[in-house]
Every structure is written in C-alpha cells, then in structure tokens.
C-alpha cells in the first residue's frame, strides 16, 4: 500500500468514528452551509470545469461524454437544491427498527447505524461528487471519492468548497476524501483495503463495473448499465405514448435512465410507428429497428442483436415489435440490465402482470423511465441506482446506506 493511500484511508476510518457521533443538528446545519458554498463559489466551480471541457474537446471525446462532464448554473443549481432537500430528510442514523422485548426481560433493538467508510469509484459525472457527499454525510459515513481523470479540475474544485464549508460550520475533522491521483493503480490499491473501507459503490460505464468487481475484496454495490425500455401496449394512449417515448430517449440521452430499447405491440405497430418516427426525427433520434418493423419503416437502419443489450447513451434508439406482452417481458428479462422499464398500457391486468413478470429494479407503468432518480422518488438526491439485489436495490437514498446492530438492555439476566 502507497503511503497516500494508506494516509486517506487510516484517516477515513479515524473520522468514521467521530462522524458517527455527530449530532442531526450539527449535520444539517454543515448541509446547509455545503448548498449555499456551492452558488457562492459557481464562478470558481465553472472555471475549473472549462479546464475538464477543453481538455475533452482537445482530445475529441464523444459529445455525450462532455454532456455529462458539464456544469452550468442550472446543474450547480440542482446540487445545491439536492443538498438542502438531504438537510430536510429525516435522519435514520439511530431509528429503531424493531423493539422487542424476549421472555427472559431482555429489550431488543434492532438500530439503524452508518455502514462506516464508503468508496465511490466515479466516472465523468462531477455532481456525483456533490451528491454523494451529502448523502455520506448525512448518514454519517466517511466517503472515500474517487472520480475519473476526465473531471480532476471539476471534482478537486467542488470537495474544495464543500470542505470549506464543512470547517466554517464546525466540522474540525475530515468527513471526506477526493482521491486526486487518477492513476489505475491507485483504484486496484484501495479496493484491497478492506480492513479501512466498508463497501464500494462503482458508478460508470460496464468496463469499469467489471473492473471494480473483479478487483474488489471490499463488497461492491454495482451500479449497472442502463439498458431501459419501454413496451408500448396494444390498448395505450398514443398521444401520451409518442410524448412519453421522446421524453425517455431525448430529455437527457446520456444518462443510464434514458430508455434504449422501445417494444411496440404488433397490433398498433402500423399505426404507432411511423408517428413514433416523426416525432423522433424532431428531437434528432437514431432510430433502428428490427425486421418486423422494417416493413413498416424500411427505410431505417436494420437493429442487430448486439443493439438489445446496448447502452447507447446518445439520441439512439432500438425498436422491436413484439407478438404479445410475454415476449416484451422474456425480451426485457433477456437483455435488460435490471435497471428500469415502463409498459404504456390501459389495461390493468397487462400492467400487474408486467411488474410482476419484469425483474428489474424499478418498474413502471404510464411514465417515462427518467422518473428512475434518487431526487424525484424524494431521496434528496441518490448515491446511484442500484442493480444488484442486495442489500440495497433501485435509486440509493439514506437508508440503503445504512446498516444497523442488534442493542440489548437487561437488568442482570444470565443464560443457563
């Protein structure tokens, strides 16, 4: 182990124990003061991110890349309103879960506690570095941050006013870490570090997934591509369908909730497709589609199998048309990444039987899968959306980065 990251993690777990310790009031007050740091110092915050974009521009990254590697006052908005609303959250360090009290006198407790040390392993996404913090801190855990070489300027900037405004507020310990090396080496050397760090929460593309995974002898919480889709039901509403489609592909193509794949029932395939294309052909979108389709819309790119299971991350988007609801839901459950889709459908029993059929972390009906976000379910903001099944499933809020111990009160009770 380097003497720099043995110094960032002993420190870590040092700090996990004064911050677990620390009062709500205390914690929401430094949130507070980390939102407001965030608008006071946006000029410096930009400035440093410029740095990030040209150097991206100079090296002629895919524009979906630089979209999710910039900052503007609207997303350094949207930070600080995402710190203020983790402030306003009840805090579960300390909930009991369960009370019982056994035969013998003894009280149980079953009480929620801070995971302790948290490694974020992040690519290009420099808000990540502000959400994740608050979060961490409001829970009570030590975040260890370690974002990609791409956004070193963006990500060394926001720790910096976030720091700043954690001391001003008291906080007289470091409550988290930006790893400003971005050497690969330094990753593989803190993912051995399980006698300091707790978990590690990878969010990016599928390399780095399966890199973290297979590195790890911490436990991970993978945080998945997201291949998305949406099945459009013989008995949707059109008018909304065509509405929510765009929505989930075009709002924001670069991100893991945009939907990838859409499945149109074959019985409004003839009439639903060619608007489907209309109003994609405004909003700039690559359609490709299958062989059914085709014969509906040749003139688009034929889909291949390597395009089910694709992220695109971009104004691309796969059609299939699907004989019946239980081929969209084998379809979905055969090249989805368990992350989030949609079924557009007036039928209620078509609705239930989707979610039950679909296994994927969130699962909707009549909405657009951009809704799959830690700050519209209410979680403040999200440390991101998980598609592993334990221990944490879905958009990760505050108690997904819980754990919690058993605390026993007697009065002098022995076993026999």
């Known amino acids: 182990m380097s003497e720099y990251v043995k110094n960032i993690v002993k420190k870590a777990r040092k700090s996990s124990y004064k911050l677990a310790n620390l009062p709500t ?45 910039t900052l503007n006052d609207k997303r350094l908005k949207s930070m600080s309103i995402s710190l203020k609303e983790v402030a306003n959250l ?4 300390g909930e009991n879960i369960l009370t019982t009290r056994r035969p013998n006198g003894i009280a149980l407790s079953k009480v929620r506690v801070p995971v302790g040390v948290v490694l974020i392993v992040y690519e290009a996404r420099p808000n990540v570095t502000s959400d994740c913090t608050g979060l961490l801190f409001k829970t009570s855990n030590v975040g260890i941050l370690r974002g990609g070489g791409n956004a ?15 001391k001003k507020s008291g906080i007289d310990f470091p409550a988290f870490f930006i790893v400003d090396k971005t050497s ?3 990753v593989d050397q803190l993912l051995k570090e399980s006698e300091y760090i707790d978990l590690v929460i990878p969010r990016g593309g599928e390399a780095l997934i399966r890199k973290v995974t297979e590195s ?21 509403d059109l008018k909304k369908a065509l509405k ?4 989930a592909k075009a709002q924001r193509p670069s991100v893991c909730n945009a ?3 859409i499945l149109v029932h074959k019985k409004i395939a003839f009439k639903f497709l060619p608007l489907l294309k209309k109003e994609a052909d405004k909003a700039l979108i690559n359609m490709r589609i299958d062989s059914k389709g085709a014969k509906i819309l040749p003139s688009l790119k034929r889909a291949t199998k390597a395009d089910w299971s694709a992220e695109y991350l971009d104004l691309i988007v796969s059609i299939k048309v699907v004989a019946n609801l239980n081929e969209a839901i084998e379809h979905i459950n055969t090249y989805g990444s368990h992350h989030t889709e949609s079924i557009l459908t007036k039928n209620s029993a078509n609705a239930n039987k989707f979610l039950k059929g679909v296994d994927s972390a969130c699962c909707f009906v009549n909405i657009s899968t951009r809704f799959s976000d830690g700050f519209e379910f209410g979680l403040g903001a999200e440390i991101g959306i998980s598609t592993d099944k334990l ?9 997904e980065l819980t754990t919690y111990k058993w605390v026993g009160r007697g009065t002098g009770q022995i076993r026999t």
């Open 216 to 236: 790890s002898r911490i436990p991970v919480i993978k945080h998945y591509k997201g291949v998305c889709h949406i099945f459009v039901d013989s008995s949707a």
């Open 184 to 186: 690969h080496e330094i």
């Open 244 to 247: 929510i489609c765009i929505n």
């Open 90 to 93: 009840t805090d579960p360090i």
């Open 25 to 69: 009031k205390t914690k929401n007050k430094a949130l507070r003061a980390m939102a407001k740091a965030i608008i006071d110092n946006k000029e410096y915050i930009l400035k440093e991110n410029n740095k990030d974009l040209v150097s991206a521009r100079a090296r002629n990254l895919k524009s979906s890349f630089i979209e999710r590697l």
């Open 152 to 166: 070193k300027y963006s990500n060394k900037a926001i720790g910096r006013v976030l720091n700043q405004a954690l």
């Open 259 to 261: 939907v990838e794949t």
């Open 391 to 399: 221990h944490a499933r879905g958009p990760m809020g505050l108690e």
